[in-house]
C-alpha cells in the first residue's frame, strides 16, 4: 500500500539522476514519486558548470527557479540570466536551449508531463563556442 506522506531530501534522492528525484523514472512504480505527470530536478551547479550541447524536449514544458546564484540559459533568440532568488524561465516543448551556471547556484526545475526519452541533443544554428565565450562566468 502506498504511503499518504512522503519525505525525503532532494538532494540525495537525485544524486544518481543528476538532480532529478521525481518523474516516471522513480522506481518502484507504486512509489508516489513515480508518476508521468511531472519531473522534479533540484540542481546544485558550481560556477562554469553548463550544458554546452543543445537539449530540446520534444512534449514537455519546462520551468527553471533559481533559488540562489546566477544560472543562464540560452535560446536561439535570446538569453536569460537568473540573478534574484525566485527569478524564472518557461518554455514549451519544442525550444532548443543550453545553460550555464555564471556562480555557484540551485534550481528547481520542473517539466511536465514526464515522458521517456523526451530530452535530445540538437543541432543550432549559433555555434556552442561561440555562446559559451560570451557567457563565461566573471
Known amino acids: 500500500m502506498q504511503p499518504n506522506v512522503i519525505f525525503g531530501n532532494a538532494v540525495s534522492e537525485g544524486a544518481n539522476?543528476?538532480?532529478w528525484f521525481m518523474g516516471h523514472f522513480i522506481?518502484?512504480?507504486d512509489d508516489p514519486r513515480s508518476?508521468?505527470?511531472i519531473e522534479i530536478k533540484w540542481g546544485v551547479h558550481k560556477a562554469g558548470e553548463c550544458r554546452s550541447e543543445w537539449a530540446i524536449n520534444h512534449q514537455a514544458a519546462t520551468l527553471s527557479i533559481l533559488i540562489s546564484g546566477k544560472f543562464c540559459?540560452?535560446?536561439e533568440d535570446r538569453e536569460?540570466?537568473?540573478s534574484r532568488d525566485g527569478?524564472?524561465?518557461l518554455w514549451c516543448a519544442g525550444v532548443?536551449?543550453?545553460w550555464i551556471a555564471q556562480s555557484d547556484c540551485t534550481i528547481l526545475t520542473v517539466r511536465w508531463p514526464s515522458v521517456p526519452n523526451d530530452s535530445v541533443e540538437v543541432r543550432?544554428?549559433?555555434t556552442v563556442n561561440d555562446i559559451m565565450a560570451v557567457r563565461s562566468p566573471q
Open 124 to 126: 543550432s544554428p549559433a
Open 17 to 19: 539522476r543528476w538532480g
Open 96 to 98: 532548443p536551449h543550453c
Open 73 to 75: 540559459l540560452q535560446f
Open 80 to 82: 536569460i540570466i537568473l
Open 35 to 37: 508518476t508521468s505527470a
Open 87 to 89: 527569478d524564472y524561465v
Open 27 to 29: 522506481t518502484p512504480d
